[in-house]
């Protein structure tokens, strides 16, 4: 998979320390609504509400997981943030070199090393262990010093991320191939605030028909072969309140999509949120909105494994889409009789039941 370069990057970004006007950047949209959805859903789920909407939910799931489409997407951010953090310069806050440059506090002889409070570009190590090697800070050059880069002191607004995606060539995979970027592979367009904490919380664009490979296990096309993704449409990302202390793929990220997905001679529309941790591939959950007006009446459809739960504005309770039915655990017997559960241990001297509480 092709990846951005650190040109790219500094193509980007110097317009937003500049303040130049070259970014018209459209509004980021606003997704505390669908963030409250989530939050506290307001449907009451009965027989009738699944019985419309259990279809559309395992029709959703299924072409959420088998098209990676967030996969590629949260690839572009990742790597967006891992240039930005490269190429961000902290400050020595008291000791011996207050006001100078750092990685950490070991390098402020007895203050600490705070920030990000800039943005380098373009800087080279001169001299030293890491010379000719890129730099945001003279502690990024042992035994030599970061010169010849532009310094964006307090870095803010908005910048655009065009992302060429890496097409369907099966050999891009191979050892020496040529992944210079190729338009007819399509694109992603990508907007991004940026300030001293990195790239902001929410990321919104469009991709205009991205192609890319649905690899297998072994992260190639060997043996079964990979599938052919695309997406064309609009997109929206929260990252969570967590996104700048913590790693991207690790976090419950809330996506909003209104497309068309592609998965090998299938084409799908889509337009629906969903929530995922990316380290944790087996959750997944769903904002479903039976609403008029839209996020007007909600509630959340949940897999985790093997397991499905529904989450209303009347608790969480399991549910089954393959049995067409959803149902309470409760301790049949035993100390907590009565109680709700989730496995036997639950329940001393008791089972964990599943007690049907509508079926459709």
Not at 65 to 94: H, Y
Not at 127 to 150: F, K, L, Q, R, W
């Amino acid at each position: 998979m092709s990846r951005l370069s650190m040109l790219s990057v500094i193509a980007l970004a110097a317009y937003v320390g500049s303040c130049a006007p070259g970014i018209d950047a459209p509004p980021a949209p606003n997704l505390e609504p669908v963030l409250e959805a989530y939050a506290n859903p307001t449907a009451t789920v009965t027989s009738d509400i699944m019985a419309a909407v259990a279809d559309e939910i395992a029709k959703a799931a299924e072409e959420i997981e088998d098209s990676e489409i967030l996969d590629e997407l949260l690839d572009v951010i990742t790597d967006v943030q891992q240039e930005l953090d490269n190429a961000t310069a902290k400050t020595c806050e008291g000791g011996a070199v207050d006001g100078t440059t750092c990685n950490n506090d070991e390098d402020c002889q007895g203050g600490t090393c705070t920030g990000p409070t800039a943005l380098v570009l373009g800087g080279i190590c001169d001299g030293g262990s890491n010379d000719g090697s890129e730099c945001a800070a003279d502690g990024d050059c042992p035994e030599g010093t970061c010169a010849g880069g532009v310094t964006l002191p307090n870095p803010t607004g908005a910048f655009q991320i065009n992302y060429i995606c890496p097409g369907w060539d099966e050999r891009q995979f191979d050892e020496g191939y040529d992944d210079t970027p190729d338009s007819t592979n399509g694109a992603i367009d990508l907007f991004m605030t940026l300030d001293s904490a990195g790239i902001g919380r929410v990321v919104w664009g469009t991709a205009n028909n991205c192609q890319y490979l649905l690899t297998n296990e072994g992260g190639n096309c060997e043996a079964a072969g990979c599938s052919r993704g695309s997406y064309d449409g609009g997109v929206a990302v929260d990252l969570g309140p967590d996104w700048v202390s913590e790693v991207i793929s690790e976090l419950p990220v809330t996506v909003v999509l209104e497309g068309n997905i592609g998965l090998d001679s299938d084409d799908f529309r889509i337009n629906q949120s969903f929530r995922v941790v990316v380290d944790v591939e087996s959750v997944l959950e769903i904002l479903v909105d039976i609403g008029d007006p839209a996020l007007s009446e909600t509630f959340n459809y949940i897999f985790a494994g093997e397991v499905q739960a529904i989450r209303d504005a009347s608790g969480t309770f399991g549910c089954s889409l393959e049995e067409s039915r959803c149902f309470n655990l409760i301790c049949n017997g035993g100390d907590n009789a009565g109680n709700p559960c989730i496995t036997d241990a639950n329940c001393p001297e008791g089972t964990c039941d599943d007690v049907t509480r509508f079926s459709w």
